[in-house]
């Protein structure tokens, strides 16, 4: 199987219908439409080749907390970033036979003060940066090129898609109120109903945990968080030096299995 690159690798080429339900289900959190969606896909995956990294945005009101106290607060953050989910396939004509896998990750981040809300997609992945140069990203990409290699089609999403900036901290995150994790919770069942994975990866403890508490009923792979803040974790579960090749080597030991 070929290597996934800018010139085979598809991205967020869902099906007619499961972007319709997709639509759907951000709309019950989002203010946002189905038409605002697709021209957010269409620009995100058009400045793929921009040089540096392009960022897209999308007024404040496109989330409002179901608590009445923290829309005080999320109106004074200094920055606020949302993540859309992805999909990526390899461009091999295979797609309508192709079983896929989901990664979820935790939430987004974004370390620059920001009027508007930031939007971009798990890992920033629809970027050639993230995929190509960044360090830190370059192994997500990597990972999943590894399930990609394998014939799936990986469906990326984070459990919680806003990451609300701490007015008192610059760059750390506000813990969401119960109400609105619960929403983003309830919205990931939705999401995997609408993408049929055969399994479900998750990176880090959080996401891990609650994906654990969700009968899913499908295989699931709660695995260390692939980011330098794990350094320790997983230096104890692969007894080596936790550099990006013995992880991926790692990483690549367990789904073939």
């Not at 921009?50 to 200094?78: C, M, N």
């Amino acid at each position: 199987m070929c290597k996934a690159t800018s010139d085979n690798l598809l991205f967020s080429k869902f099906k007619p219908q499961e972007f319709e339900q997709i639509c759907q289900l951000l709309c019950s959190i989002f203010e946002t439409s189905k038409e605002e969606l697709e021209t957010l896909y269409q620009d995100i995956d058009a400045t793929f080749n921009q040089p540096g990294w392009p960022l897209h945005f999308v007024q404040r009101d496109f989330f409002q907390s179901a608590d009445t106290e923290f829309r005080h607060i999320y109106q004074k953050s200094p920055v606020v970033a949302v993540d859309l989910p992805s999909l990526m396939e390899l461009n091999d004509g295979q797609g309508e036979h192709k079983p896929t896998i989901a990664i979820v990750g935790q939430d987004s981040k974004c370390d620059s003060d920001y009027e508007r809300l930031v939007i971009g997609t798990p890992y920033g992945l629809h970027h050639k940066g993230s995929r190509e140069i960044l360090r830190r990203t370059k192994l997500y990409f990597d990972m999943i090129q590894g399930l990609l290699k394998l014939g799936y089609r990986v469906y990326l999403t984070d459990l919680l898609k806003i990451w609300v900036c701490n007015p008192e901290r610059r760059y750390t995150g506000m813990k969401l109120p119960d109400i609105d994790q619960q929403r983003f919770i309830r919205l990931i069942k939705a999401e995997l109903n609408v993408v049929k994975p055969v399994a479900v990866i998750t990176w880090g403890r959080v996401a891990g945990n609650a994906l654990n508490r969700l009968d899913l009923g499908i295989k699931h792979l709660n695995f260390l968080h692939p980011s330098g803040a794990a350094s320790g974790a997983w230096k104890k579960l692969i007894g080596q030096s936790p550099t990006d090749s013995n992880k991926l080597a790692y990483w690549e030991s367990v789904i073939t299995q």
